[in-house]
């Protein structure tokens, strides 16, 4: 995708008409149009490295803001790189109903920074959640999830050196000797937040959710047995027989 800035401070972009990606604003994976661009003048007297361009969502109007390398300063154009960073993340959803509260607060701030592209903070916020949730299901709740962890590498065809990467930032700790937290990148820490996702639904929205849907299903149940409807003991009622006419 070749994307340039011109003498007459228009953007040209191949692939314009198909730009499109998930609006952290409204959650909706929508076009953008170009709004704001740098005045061509000004770029070629500062020659920054990096520019920031504003975009609009075509979903829900609200501003997006991406920053691009530039690749080269030309007479007439300013080249910019087809690869652009967003400035704003949407924000990861995840049903927090079920988790006890101090993981809670953790995993919250731990997808806050996700979200703002603090990659490695999000991978401390990562390993004091699990150490949170270890802490009270215990070493056999902690095996569970490692027996998961081990699934998942099987599923999602995970390679060795990422598998190294999520188990010492998952069940690693900061006292054990050796190597401390990865440092992770944009691909590393998408894969250990779906990770991370994963495992915590196991821990509690599985179980949380199963065992509402039982108290529900029980409920009514016992409803029904008060209502006698579902009671064994009560007689089925039987259709009123049509009385014969009297004689006269």
């Given at each position: 995708?070749?994307?340039?800035?011109?003498?007459?401070?228009?953007?040209?972009?191949d692939q314009a008409q198909s730009l499109a990606l998930t609006c952290p604003h409204c959650l909706v994976?929508?076009?953008?149009?170009?709004?704001?661009?740098?005045?061509?003048?000004?770029?070629?007297?500062?020659?920054?490295?990096?520019?920031?361009?504003?975009?609009?969502?075509?979903?829900?109007?609200?501003?997006?803001?991406?920053?691009?390398?530039?690749?080269?300063?030309?007479?007439?154009?300013?080249?910019?790189?087809?690869?652009?960073?967003?400035?704003?993340?949407?924000?990861?959803?995840?049903?927090?109903?079920?988790?006890?509260?101090?993981?809670?607060?953790?995993?919250?701030?731990?997808?806050?920074?996700?979200?703002?592209?603090?990659?490695?903070?999000?991978?401390?916020?990562?390993?004091?959640?699990?150490?949170?949730?270890?802490?009270?299901?215990?070493?056999?709740?902690?095996?569970?999830?490692?027996?998961?962890?081990?699934?998942?590498?099987?599923?999602?065809?995970?390679?060795?050196?990422?598998?190294?990467?999520?188990?010492?930032?998952?069940?690693?700790?900061?006292?054990?000797?050796?190597?401390?937290?990865?440092?992770?990148?944009?691909?590393?820490?998408?894969?250990?937040?779906?990770?991370?996702?994963?495992?915590?639904?196991?821990?509690?929205?599985?179980?949380?959710?199963?065992?509402?849907?039982?108290?529900?299903?029980?409920?009514?149940?016992?409803?029904?047995?008060?209502?006698?409807?579902?009671?064994?003991?009560?007689?089925?009622?039987?259709?009123?027989?049509?009385?014969?006419?009297?004689?006269?």
């Open positions: 995708m070749a994307v340039f800035i011109d003498s007459s401070d228009r953007l040209l972009q994976f929508a076009h953008i149009t170009a709004l704001a661009v740098p005045r061509f003048a000004e770029l070629s007297v500062h020659r920054p490295r990096q520019i920031g361009l504003v975009y609009r969502c075509d979903s829900c109007n609200s501003p997006i803001f991406l920053r691009f390398t530039v690749r080269d300063y030309g007479a007439q154009r300013i080249e910019l790189s087809s690869q652009f960073t967003e400035i704003e993340r949407p924000r990861e959803k995840f049903s927090f109903n079920y988790l006890p509260e101090t993981v809670e607060t953790l995993f919250r701030e731990a997808l806050v920074c996700y979200s703002h592209g603090a990659f490695n903070a999000f991978c401390s916020m990562c390993r004091r959640t699990m150490q949170a949730v270890f802490d009270m299901l215990g070493e056999s709740g902690k095996l569970r999830l490692f027996d998961q962890l081990t699934e998942l590498r099987d599923m999602a065809q995970i390679d060795t050196a990422s598998f190294a990467s999520l188990k010492r930032v998952i069940f690693g700790s900061d006292a054990d000797p050796g190597p401390g937290l990865p440092v992770l990148d944009d691909d590393q820490a998408g894969l250990l937040l779906e990770v991370m996702k994963d495992l915590l639904y196991q821990a509690y929205v599985r179980k949380g959710r199963l065992q509402q849907a039982m108290v529900v299903r029980r409920f009514f149940s016992e409803q029904g047995e008060r209502d006698g409807s579902h009671s064994p003991d009560a007689a089925p009622s039987r259709p009123t027989e049509p009385q014969s006419p009297r004689a006269t």
